[in-house]
């Protein structure tokens, strides 16, 4: 009987050995971290798309949908504390393609470096974010480069053709008198140099050339005589006569006629100046003039000039020199070369244009006065770093694009724009020729970046930073008391996990 007893309490005893072995086994392996399949040991879960987060056992992240990871023991951003782990290089967090081998400042930028370990992951500047590529796919994402383009974008402006103010001229007679006779009788007429206008009578003219007729006459009689100085004061009284009839406005040939019929002209005929269209008339028959009254107004159209209006936000392209095409209406495909001559220093307030002037060849005069025409300006070509308009997100106050860092991450970049090229805007700094940028769906990534960030921001439980930040240490797990109630549905994995 004794024996028996003895037999039992053994095997109680061997049960409940067995039974608290299994349970504190079990325990064990639900409170540290599993090994993976082939035998390496993981340190820690963590959430891709956010890596600042971490946990003590596998899950799902609640607010991105993303499976947690595991970091392996022998790999990873997180396999060693830093002070153990061996520096590759330091680089310049805002442009991680500069690299050093010892700490200090990057020289282009001033910016401190920062060290790369050895296992760790792409340092990425702060506020990068990632888009799965579904979701990329859904938003309509694509992709392309910074890249300088030459600027072939024409300047277009409107303008109107007007005589060239340095050929026009104005008829005038230096004497009063009568008009006898007129040989341009309208507004427009195409006149020669040295053709006859009008012929006019006056008093003085008629007196003067007596004058001069007069001299002439003294001369012969002085010629003979016995005078001293006599010979010499005729010719100083013709000189003085024959001036005086230039100054009236007689020329050469007239003056010569006089000499030679030896009586004075009655009428005088006044003639065209120069080459060119009457655009003004104002001699009539038997009318009195006198020297204040503008007979005629001769321009010469050979040569006119162009008065565009460039808008304001266009003048910093338009040059003195610089060349342009002009074309008519009425003449399409016919194309005159023109140049600027003259750049107005003021603005026109109320069309906010400045007033350029060109000059243009006019042959065959098809450039009529007050005809509007279009001028084409073609700037001078400079390579510009340029983006598509797309790739932009404007807010008004700032100016962002999304530049590929690979792997779905995207880092929302302030960048500062110029000039827009057609579809291309300038970028005078923020960018590097040949960085990869979002090209389209712009607003959808920036709304996504926000949700991000918003999510991030109400997961009290867990530090959701940018990518590329440094990963905080997530808080010890603690048991929950025995009254506390069950944390909520959808957030197992985040924040304290408590242990079974």
Known sequence: MKAGSAIILILLFAAAGFVGGVSYSRRSKESAPA???????????????????????PGIAPDCGMRLEPVYADGGPEAAAEENR????????????????????????????????????????????????????LIGVRYGQAQYVSESQTVRAVGRVTADET??????????????????????????QGQPMVTLYSPEMLASQQEYLLAL???????????????????????????????????EEQIEEISRAGKPLTNITIHSPVTGFVTARNAFL????????????????????????????????????????????????????????????????????????????????????????????????????????????????????????????????????????GDQVEILSGLKAGERIATSGTFLIDSESQLKAAAAGMAGGHQHGAAGSAPATPPAPAAPPPSAAPPAAGHEGHGAHPHD
Do not use: C
């Open 286 to 421: 038997k009318q009195k003039i006198s020297p204040e009254t503008e007979l005629y107004t001769i321009a010469d159209l050979s040569r006119v000039w162009i008065m565009a209006d460039v808008f304001e936000s266009d003048a910093e392209l338009i040059q003195l020199g610089q060349a342009a095409t002009v074309t008519l209406s009425y003449l399409p495909g016919k194309r005159f070369p023109a140049r600027v001559t003259y750049i107005q220093p003021q603005l026109d307030a109320e069309t906010r244009t400045l007033k350029v002037r060109l000059e243009a060849d006019n042959p065959e005069f098809q450039l009529k006065p007050e005809m509007f025409a279009d001028v084409d300006f073609t700037p001078r070509r400079q390579a510009r770093l340029a983006v598509p308009t797309g790739a932009v997100l404007d807010s008004g106050l700032r100016q962002t694009v999304f530049v590929d860092r690979g792997n779905g991450y995207l880092e929302p970049r302030d960048v500062t724009t110029g000039r827009r090229m």
């Open 217 to 251: 006459r003294a001369k012969d009689l002085l010629r003979q005589s016995t005078l001293p100085g006599a010979a010499e004061d005729s010719h100083s009284l013709i000189d003085v006569s024959r001036r005086r009839l230039e100054l009236w406005g007689l020329g």
């Open 35 to 57: 090994g993976s399949k082939d035998g390496r040991k993981i340190l820690y879960w963590h959430d891709p798309m956010h890596p600042a987060y971490k946990s003590d056992k």
């Open 86 to 137: 061996r520096i590759l290089h330091y680089h310049d967090p805002q442009d991680p393609n500069y690299k050093s081998d010892k700490p200090g400042l990057n020289p282009e930028t001033g910016n401190e470096l920062a060290p790369v370990y050895e296992g760790a992951g792409p340092a990425l500047p702060p506020g990068t974010f990632q888009v799965s590529p579904e979701k990329q796919q």
């Open 167 to 192: 050929r026009i001229a104005r008829v005038h007679t230096r004497i009063e008198g009568w008009i006898e006779k007129v040989y341009v009788d309208f507004t427009g007429q195409l006149v020669k």
